[in-house]
């Protein structure tokens, strides 16, 4: 029996921008998928071109996938120092720069700058701003949530994600990387509680339930088909990383892992399982 309560899923990509390969994936997963809403990287080495195909596209939401790890920033090293090296790259660990983020006065203040840097960048591009969240989910340290609390009024920052899913369903589905997703839970858990108490006193809303963390990487057809029957919340992000392979290009994954999550993203069966369940496809625009 279809279930008649109104349900919707908002299907992510994240890392658009990042190179060919991946606006290639997200693309296709768009026009011929259950894709519907992505987040770009502003200072990717494809962003440009991400950003065309956007325009060209408005059933794509669009949001900002804030860097501020494993990547480049946009304002001069030389007005970052604290938070990049003199080419311009972050730290490559998110425990590093987590802890530089919050004990470190001068590297709190260059963040600010850089979170409002790639908003304007965001802004200057013309999309309308579906949603915000960040690589390696670091945009839910403390710090950074908050100065993205404070810059959603200018910016017009409706929504941000916060990572929500359920450990033992996760684990029920899959068990490898037990370790990790035990640790992840918790730390995220405990952000998650921190996350939702900000936004909601800012009134800016969140998803019930965000999947993608604990099975970063492989969010197969398998694992999607398993996990869409078991969701009990309305209101859900599943966010991926589908990707391309082109020659010369970096790997923003596990080789052949984009391909795996493009694949889920094009299933037919993922699509039914989703409306056998109740679910509308849907963005966060379209939800406003």
């Not at 860097?67 to 311009?88: A, M, T, Y």
């Not at 949530?145 to 200018?154: D, H, K, M, N, S």
Request: contains cysteine; charged residues 15%; glycine residues 8%.
């Amino acid at each position: 029996m279809t279930n008649t309560k109104s349900r919707f899923a908002i299907i992510n990509a994240d890392d658009f921008g990042f190179s060919a390969g991946v606006n290639q994936a997200i693309i296709q997963a768009h026009e011929q998928g259950v894709l519907t809403s992505t987040s770009l990287m502003v200072t990717g080495d494809a962003a440009a071109d991400a950003i065309a195909w956007a325009r060209d596209r408005p059933s794509l939401a669009v949001g900002l996938h804030l860097v501020l790890v494993c990547g480049r920033s946009v304002l001069p090293p030389s007005q970052i120092p604290h938070l990049v090296d003199s080419q311009g790259n972050f730290s490559h660990s998110p425990l590093v720069a987590g802890l530089r983020y919050q004990f470190h006065p001068a590297a709190r203040e260059e963040l600010r700058q850089e979170i409002r840097a790639q908003l304007e960048k965001f802004r200057q591009s013309g999309l309308p701003l579906s949603h915000v969240d960040g690589h390696l989910h670091l945009h839910v340290h403390p710090v950074i949530l908050r100065i993205l609390v404070e810059l959603a009024p200018e910016f017009n920052i409706q929504v941000i994600r916060l990572p929500s899913e359920e450990l033992q369903m996760s684990l029920k589905l899959d068990r490898s990387a037990l370790l990790t997703k035990l640790v992840w839970s918790g730390v995220f858990g405990r952000l998650r509680s921190y996350g939702e108490s900000l936004l909601t006193a800012h009134g800016i809303k969140f998803a019930q339930r965000v999947y993608g963390l604990l099975q970063t990487g492989n969010m197969n057809e398998e694992y999607l088909l398993g996990l869409l029957p078991q969701i009990q919340a309305d209101l859900v992000e599943i966010y991926s990383h589908p990707a391309l392979v082109k020659p010369g290009e970096p790997l923003n994954g596990l080789p052949g892992a984009g391909e795996v999550e493009l694949a889920a993203l094009l299933s037919e069966q993922v699509r039914q399982v989703l409306s056998v369940n109740g679910f509308e496809l849907t963005n966060y625009h379209q939800l406003e």
